[in-house]
C-alpha cells in the first residue's frame, strides 16, 4: 500500500455531507455525460449518413469507451499521489473538443478520434471528481456516491431524448449546440476545485494499516477481482442495451427512430433511479445485500426479456436496469473501503473498467449480431446477471475497515 492516499480535509472530517460541493458534482457529472450519450443516440443518424455497419458502431463505442478504460486508473494512480484540484475543469474542455469534432466528421476515421477525445475527457473526469465526493460526503460515502453518479446516469438517460427532439432533426452539426452545456461544466468545476484545493492533504498510513491488520492481501486481492466480475456482468448486459437496443426495437417491433430513443430515454432514466438508492441503503443495511439484490435480482427481468411483446420489453428493461444500476455506487464504496488509501486509483479503476468492459462488449455485439441477429444477442446477454452468484466468495468488510 502507498503512503500517499486520498485526499481528506486538514480540519476534522465534516459531520454532515456537504450538500452544494456534491450536488455541483452531479450536475457536472450530468452534464459530462450528456455530452458523451449524444454519442450511441446518433448511432441510427451515423449509420445512415456514413453507411456503416454494426461492427463499426461496435468499434465507435470501443473507441470512446477503451480510452476512457486504459486513462482512468492512471489518473486515479497519479491524483492518489498529487491530487489535481483542477483537472475536473481540463477533463470538462477536452469533452468540448471531442464534442466539436463529432458535429463536423464526416468519415469514420475523424468519428473514431471524436469518441477518442471525449473518451480522455471522461478518464480525467471521474477519478477526481469521485476522490472530492467522498471527500465532501461527511462519512455517507454511499450517499456521496450515488449522489454523484445519479448524475452521470441522469445525463446518460437525457442524452438520447435531446438527440431525438434536436440532433435528429437537424443533423450532426447541431450537435455544436451542446458545447454551451460542457462550458457551463467547466465553469462548475473550476469552482469545485477552488473550493478543494485548499482541503488537500496526504493522510498518512493509519487506513491501510487497519486494513492489513483485519484482512490478508490475498483476500483483499480476491475480493477486488470478485467486485471487478459484477461489473462485467451489469456493463457487459448495459454496453447491449445502450448501443443496441434503438436497433433491436426498431428490427424486431418496427418502430419509429424517435421512438426508439424515447424508450432508450425510459430504460436510463430507471438506471438514474436505481442509481440514487443503491448507495444510502448500503449506508443503512450494508454494502453485500445490496449487491445481491441488484445483480441477481436482475435476472429474471433480463430473462424474460427476449421473449415478449414491446410492452412488456419496455417493463423488463426498466426493471433490469433500476435493480442492476444499484450495484455500482456500493461496489466502488465497498472496494474504496478495502483499499482506503487509494481512492482515486480504484475509483478511475472501476469506472474506468466500467467504460472498458462496455468498449469491448459493443465491439464483440455488434460482430455477434452481423454475424447471428439481434435478437440473438439480447438471448445471449440475459444470462449475464447470473455472474452475481460469485457473491457467495466476497468477504463480509470489518466493521473496523468500512469508515
Known amino acids: 500500500m502507498s503512503a500517499h492516499v486520498e485526499a481528506t480535509p486538514a480540519k476534522p472530517l465534516l459531520t454532515v455531507a456537504t450538500l ?57 494512480l497519479y491524483t492518489d499521489r498529487k491530487p489535481q484540484p483542477y483537472s475536473l475543469a481540463v477533463g470538462m474542455l477536452c469533452s468540448l473538443a471531442g464534442l466539436l ?68 432533426p437537424r ?58 466480475m459484477l461489473v462485467f456482468s451489469k456493463n457487459f448486459y448495459f454496453a447491449s442495451l445502450t448501443s443496441y437496443y434503438t436497433f433491436y426495437l426498431i428490427h424486431k417491433f418496427g418502430v419509429s427512430v424517435e421512438t426508439s430513443q424515447l424508450l432508450l430515454f425510459l430504460f436510463l432514466a430507471a438506471i438514474a433511479s436505481g442509481t440514487f438508492l443503491g448507495g444510502p441503503i448500503g449506508d443503512r443495511i450494508g454494502r453485500r445485500p445490496v449487491m445481491w439484490v441488484s445483480i441477481l435480482g436482475a435476472l429474471p427481468f433480463t430473462l424474460a426479456m427476449p421473449h415478449v411483446g414491446l410492452p412488456a420489453t419496455v417493463v423488463l428493461s426498466m426493471a433490469a436496469g433500476f435493480v442492476m444500476a444499484s450495484a455500482f455506487p456500493t461496489i466502488v464504496v465497498y472496494a474504496q473501503e478495502l483499499m482506503p488509501g487509494r481512492v482515486g486509483m480504484v475509483a478511475g479503476l472501476f469506472f474506468g473498467l466500467a467504460f472498458g468492459f462496455s468498449g469491448v462488449a459493443a465491439a464483440l455485439l455488434g460482430a455477434l449480431a452481423d454475424y447471428t441477429s439481434i435478437e440473438y444477442v439480447y438471448l445471449v446477454c440475459s444470462f449475464l446477471p447470473a455472474i452475481g452468484i460469485l457473491l457467495l466468495f466476497l468477504p463480509r468488510i470489518p466493521a473496523a475497515m468500512a469508515r
Open 171 to 228: 443533423g450532426q452539426s447541431s450537435l455544436a449546440w451542446f458545447s454551451i452545456a460542457t462550458l457551463i461544466g467547466f465553469v462548475v468545476l473550476w469552482q469545485v476545485g477552488s473550493w478543494y484545493k485548499p482541503r488537500i492533504v496526504l493522510r498518512k498510513k493509519g487506513a491501510a494499516a487497519v486494513v492489513a491488520a483485519v484482512m490478508s492481501r490475498q483476500k483483499i486481492i480476491w475480493s477486488i477481482v470478485i467486485l471487478l
Open 101 to 168: 469534432l463529432l458535429s463536423y466528421a464526416m468519415n469514420f476515421g475523424l468519428v473514431l478520434l471524436a469518441a477518442g477525445v471525449i473518451g480522455t475527457g471522461s478518464s480525467i473526469f471521474h477519478p477526481e471528481a469521485s476522490r472530492v465526493a467522498r471527500l465532501a460526503s461527511g462519512g455517507r460515502h454511499g450517499f456521496a456516491q450515488s449522489l454523484f453518479q445519479v448524475g452521470g446516469n441522469t445525463g446518460q438517460a437525457i442524452g438520447p431524448l435531446l438527440a431525438a427532439l434536436i440532433v435528429m
Open 20 to 76: 452544494p460541493i456534491l450536488f455541483a458534482l452531479s450536475g457536472a457529472h450530468l452534464l459530462n455525460d450528456l455530452v458523451q450519450s449524444l454519442l450511441p443516440a446518433i448511432y441510427p443518424l451515423l449509420k445512415e449518413e456514413l453507411s456503416l455497419n454494426f461492427s463499426q458502431i461496435g468499434l465507435i463505442t470501443f473507441s470512446f469507451q477503451v480510452t476512457a478504460s486504459l486513462l482512468q486508473p492512471l489518473v486515479g
